[in-house]
């Protein structure tokens, strides 16, 4: 089973194209990026488990519900009788999203007390993204939970930066990052936000990974291991939504990892990286075609092309 810590929350994407303001209605979908890591994972099949918490609302109970449609544990899901569930607004321009992300919510307010019951053996490796560590108290749980579970499973994560929640604290933004690079093995990251870090001189490849995926929008992916480093084009479509995209990408990394039994012992060919990528890459093209971040498509539903179904299923 793979578990993910991290934020859960209601991405409400505008129906209109263009500014926020002009907008005049909003679709409600489920979304957080750890949490579409998890639905992605289970819906290629593989076992998963999401650590977090949400406001004891209506809300809140949605999600735990989509969730639990979904085939997702929510055994480590707390609810929040103080905060309320996590709120995102999603503007599309061009299928290409932009955020406006609330604070002061429940998934900021994770305690030591809310993770001391998750069974760490129960793990084949936890995934986490940066988001938590904008706020307290959820950065220094996340963070001892982290270092905890790392001396027992492998980690991975997606170095996803959202700015706005840094405002004027970039610099302890880039601190926590660092400590998140030095303790996964497994990393994602946009070209984007890696081309941010170089520019203040944090250069990812000085790190110990196991695995790095460098994930290049319509241009594709580049995977990077043990010194051998193989560019994947990407797929041709005509996306409608392009939010969760990187989650779809890294939900089928990891759950190719798994069908491979390397998520532990990570010692790859160069033909199983390409393998990998090309997965990859397909399953994040497709999940742009549907509106919202859960929009990975279960194996029944993948479409014949290019032995790309036969690919994962021969892992």
Same mark, same amino acid.
């Given at each position: ?39 992605? =994972? ?20 949605? !999600? ?66 940066? &988001? ?104 041709? &479509? ?15 990394? !990891? ?10 012992? =990570? ?28 929009? &990975? ?19």
């Amino acid at each position: 089973m793979i578990f993910a810590i991290g934020e859960i929350l209601i991405d409400f994407i505008a129906q209109q194209e263009g500014p926020l303001k002009d907008v005049r209605s909003f679709e409600k979908h489920a979304g957080g990026a750890p949490a579409n890591v998890v639905v992605g =994972l289970s819906r290629l099949g593989v076992p998963s488990a999401l650590i977090s918490k949400v406001g004891d609302d209506p809300f809140g109970d949605f !999600l735990i519900e989509k969730l639990e449609g979904e085939g997702v544990s929510t055994e480590y899901i707390r609810k929040d009788p103080e905060r309320h569930t996590g709120a995102v607004f999603v503007q599309l321009i061009g299928a290409k999203p932009e955020f406006i992300l609330y604070d002061g919510v429940a998934y900021f307010n994770i305690r030591a007390e809310d993770v001391s019951s998750v069974d760490i053996k129960k793990a084949e490796l936890v995934h986490f993204g940066s &988001v938590l560590f904008a706020r307290e108290p959820s950065r220094s749980t996340a963070l001892n939970f982290l270092q905890n579970a790392g001396r027992h499973v492998p980690l991975s994560y997606d170095v996803n930066i959202r700015l706005d929640l840094w405002r004027e604290r970039e610099e302890e933004m880039l601190r926590d990052i660092e400590k998140g690079l030095g303790i996964a093995s497994i990393i994602k990251i946009g070209d984007e936000e890696m081309r941010y870090l170089s520019e203040q001189g944090i250069n990812i490849e000085d790190f110990n990974f196991s695995l790095l995926a460098v994930t290049k929008g319509s241009r594709g992916s580049t995977l990077t291991h043990n010194g051998v480093k193989v560019n994947i084009p990407a797929y041709e &479509v005509q996306p409608v939504d392009t939010t969760g995209a990187g989650d779809a990408y890294m939900a089928a990394l !990891l759950a190719s990892l798994w069908r491979l039994g390397k998520l532990e012992d =990570l010692e790859l060919s160069e033909e199983e990286l390409k393998k990998i990528g090309k997965f990859a890459n397909f399953i994040a093209a497709l999940s742009t075609l549907k509106k919202g971040a859960w929009s &990975v498509p279960k194996m029944e539903e993948i479409p014949s092309m290019p032995d790309l179904r036969g690919i994962y299923q021969g892992l």
